[in-house]
């Protein structure tokens, strides 16, 4: 199931790009939470705090328990963490989103697919692993959603291929693809043909012919 993990946060009162700059200067990163029934609310988390979440994480989907201070208030909202914007050039953390989610209600998410393995065909046989579908549109709770489905491809020979219905789905959890997509193929190795030599080509080149003028003779004819 997705990790899941407690983070504090904080209300911000004050939003707009000089107040931002200022939080990130003193090791703070601006962000939100909506969805749900409540109104969005600003919020300001530590940046490492929400850095050591991501960098622990083994997928996109990481499911959090927001302690909100409020007003002298704590409280706790379930979420997903939805987006994270970085900084162009440094790759710093700039914002993160917040999804709120109920946890007695079904969400859809996006799960990547990882596989496992080395593939037979690939192994004995020189042939390459291909994968259609990165990732799988499911539906589950919350307390039921993976972080990433891995499937195990090392049975797979040349030709074989392994579809959606193929995978093996955590309990409580369905996805809505196509059950006849193809998620992972082995194909035959390429073929590199070799075009023939012309022979005239491999022949050495015919030098053209040259005749030369004879030179007249420069001694006058004796009478």
Known sequence: MAKQVKLSA??????????????????LIPAVIYGGKEESLPLQVGARDITNVLSRALGENILVELEIENGGKTTSRMALIQEVQHATLSGRIVHVDFHA????????????????????????FGGILEQSLRSLDIECLPKDLPEVLIVNVSGLNIGDSIHVRHILLPAGVK??????????????????????VAAAAAAPAAQPEVIKEKKEDATPEKK
Do not use: C, W, Y
């Not at 904080?10 to 090791?27: F, P």
């Not at 989610?101 to 004995?124: C, D, F, R, T, Y």
């Not at 809505?176 to 023939?196: K, M, R, S």
């Open 10 to 27: 904080r209300a911000r009162t004050h939003i707009g790009g000089s107040v931002a700059n200022k939080l990130r200067a003193e090791g």
């Open 101 to 124: 989610v109920n946890m007695n209600e079904a969400l859809h998410a996006s799960v990547p697919i990882e596989p496992q393995g080395e593939p037979a065909g690939v192994k004995s």
């Open 175 to 196: 996805t809505l693809e196509d059950a006849d997509l193809t998620v992972f193929l082995v194909a035959a190795p390429a073929v590199v043909e070799v075009a023939p």
